[in-house]
């Protein structure tokens, strides 16, 4: 594998995790942890944050309660879906460390930027659960802001569609699909990328994102050789 990515953060939706009423489907699990291991044999350094959708979306919560409350329950299902998956890339042969804004000991430590660079420095996988300890911040947000701590090439951000859309393609069979995209395009067309925040983040630092349909965890694989290209969003 020729890679096209020197350092990546793979934002994952938590949704690839699930499998009808199982939250953590063991072969969803493992099948994530191989593509990564694939990845990482290529030389690719790479950092993970998890949505944590599979276990609880805010929205469908958030009626009647405080949304900093729910927030907060949003950020602990991450940090336990960073901890599943720390157990299949263990199985998978992979050196892990896992980080969250905030020590969960011992299932997470407190995140300091220097040691997590070190960690991939040294080949290991960077997982980054809790989101950015704040309420009122989605983990694309977390995604966007650890990627520039980090250094990352790239953001690929593996959801349940192959890309960005005109509208959305489960709605509307004539929903169109864009190969690539500038910041300044999203932004005129009002593209849901990413959340405004976590867009910005990654259009003021030139930080490059890629969707793509991670339903079929071998195109990670191929995101990063550069065979499939999902949709690709930078400066030009």
Known sequence: ????????LLKLSGEILREGEDAFHRPHLA???????????????????????NLLRGRDHSAGRVQADVDQIGMLATVLNVGMLCFALEEAGLGVQVYSPRAIAPV????????AVAALDRGEIVLLGGGTGNPFFSTDSAAALRAIELECSAVLKGTMVDGVYDKDPHQHPDAQRFDRLSFDEVLRRDLRVMDQ???????DHDM????FDY???????????????GTVVSAG
């Open 108 to 115: 997470t430590r407190s995140f300091d930027r220097r040691e």
């Open 215 to 229: 339903r079929d965890p071998s195109a990670l694989v191929a995101v990063v050789e550069g065979r499939l290209s």
């Open 1 to 8: 594998m020729v890679a096209k990515y020197q350092r990546i």
């Open 197 to 203: 925040t976590a867009f910005a983040l990654c259009r």
């Open 31 to 53: 099948a994530v942890a191989e593509s990564i291991a694939e990845v990482r044999r290529a030389g690719v350094e790479v950092a993970v944050v998890v949505g944590g959708g």
């Open 208 to 211: 490059t994102v890629v969707v």
